[in-house]
């Protein structure tokens, strides 16, 4: 069998996750090739292939090297995938979402040529607000999708609406390689690792990760540790870690709070990372809807943390249980969120060692062979797919729409 994974970018926690997925299909007698369109103008340009020591993978193209996908008009993308689809000839396509011209291109190839698609997703109907013609026409489209790959059950809703049935949903996308994240953690902790970036860590600390955009809300919860600080005897620090856009926003929300406790790093290494990690009492998390999921979450987990998280973050129903390894608050409410930064802070430390170790087997379920064995089961379900558009206005539709590219 042969098979394609195709996406505009395929950065971060990619390269293992497919590393993953290749070593089962090979198993399988199969054969996986990975194509995304080009290697720069991603979101996460700062973690261009994950960790350095993960392993490479075979049968990688890049179709426009390290050009940036802003620069590249969506027809020019999707006559490109398409030329290596005919080229490969797979038996089932993995693409990432509709919306990008890989993923378009992707779904309109196999309809063509009557193979089997899988769309691979993690957005929520409320992560990107549309009008109801525009849904109605989403809907339209994804009747042309054979399977879908989504992150978990909380995803349910998002594929019934658009009409995929549950038995063609499959699990496991936003997952990290939880041994990794584990493992440099606790060698951290050992050996007593406090220095990043020049930075003594302090004693005790609150610990966010994320890019400094509009949707992760570092203000709100920069206000929600203000008010922490001045109900608490002994508060914890606030430590910050990203860049981007939005970092005015932040220095004027700190500027206005006062920046007592609160420090701010730069984006590190994964290495770095585990440290930031190994040393701190809890994640924080406040995204508002548009956090379609978020890995640090993950990454938190693996490493022993308790978490606070939004309960507008696409992975709060999943992985975090109230009480067991933290708690998910209201990112309209900084009170409540200075609330749960306060009960967190004066639980035993017996209490927060529990709950890390709560969260390290809550994360285990989600683990790279989770999305290996997901992504076999959907390409299972649709390598005998042998079908072309369900209707002639679809097929018009899909000849007109190529897809956009608009990085957040």
């Not at 994964?270 to 809807?289: F, G, K, M």
């Not at 997901?374 to 190529?402: K, M, Q, T, Y």
Request: aromatic content about 8%; hydrophobic content about 45%.
């Amino acid at each position: 069998m042969r098979i394609v994974v195709v996406h505009m970018d395929l950065s971060l926690h990619w390269p293992v996750r497919l590393g993953k997925l290749q070593e089962l299909v090979e198993r399988k007698g199969g054969a996986i090739t990975v194509v995304e369109a080009a290697t720069r103008g991603s979101p996460y340009d700062f973690a261009r292939r994950g960790r350095p020591d993960a392993a490479p993978l075979r049968g990688w193209v890049s179709l426009f090297g390290d050009a940036k996908l802003s620069g590249l008009s969506p027809r020019v993308i999707a006559d490109k995938v398409w030329r290596i689809l005919d080229q490969i000839d797979p038996d089932v396509v993995l693409s990432g979402p509709v919306a990008f011209p890989t993923g378009a291109t992707a779904v309109r190839w196999c309809r063509s040529r009557r193979r089997g698609v899988v769309v691979i997703d993690n957005a929520r109907l409320e992560d990107v607000p549309r009008s109801s013609l525009i849904n109605a026409v989403k809907r339209r489209v994804y009747r042309n999708i054979d399977a879908m790959l989504v992150p978990a059950a909380s995803h349910l809703a998002t594929c019934r609406y658009f009409g995929i049935p549950a038995e063609r949903v499959f699990f496991g996308v936003n997952v990290v390689d939880n041994e990794w994240f584990a493992g440099w953690a606790e060698t951290h902790r050992r050996e007593g690792n406090r220095d990043v970036c020049e930075m003594r860590l302090p004693d005790n600390y609150f610990l966010g990760v994320g890019r400094h955009v509009e949707k992760k809300n570092w203000p709100g919860l920069i206000s929600a540790y203000d008010v922490y600080r001045r109900t608490v005897e002994r508060p914890w620090d606030l430590l910050l870690v990203g860049d981007g856009m939005r970092r005015g926003a932040i220095d004027d929300r700190i500027r206005a709070v006062g920046s007592r406790g609160i420090h701010l790093l730069p984006l590190v290494t994964h290495a770095e990372l585990c440290t930031l990690y190994a040393n701190a009492e809890c994640l924080v998390l406040p995204s508002y809807y548009g956090e379609t999921w978020g890995a640090v979450v993950n990454e938190a987990m693996a490493c022993g943390l308790p978490v606070l998280v939004s309960d507008e973050c696409g992975c709060a129903q999943t992985l975090v249980r109230a009480g067991e390894n933290g708690w998910q608050f209201s990112p309209h409410r900084p009170a409540d969120l200075a609330a749960l930064m306060q009960r967190m802070s004066t639980l035993p430390a017996e209490a927060r060692a529990a709950m890390g170790k709560a969260s390290q087997q809550i994360i285990r379920e989600w683990s790279l062979d989770r999305f290996a064995e997901g992504a076999w089961g959907a390409i299972e379900a649709v390598c005998n797919c042998d079908r072309g558009f369900v209707s002639p206005l679809d097929r018009a539709l899909f000849s007109l729409w190529h897809g956009r590219f608009r990085p957040i």
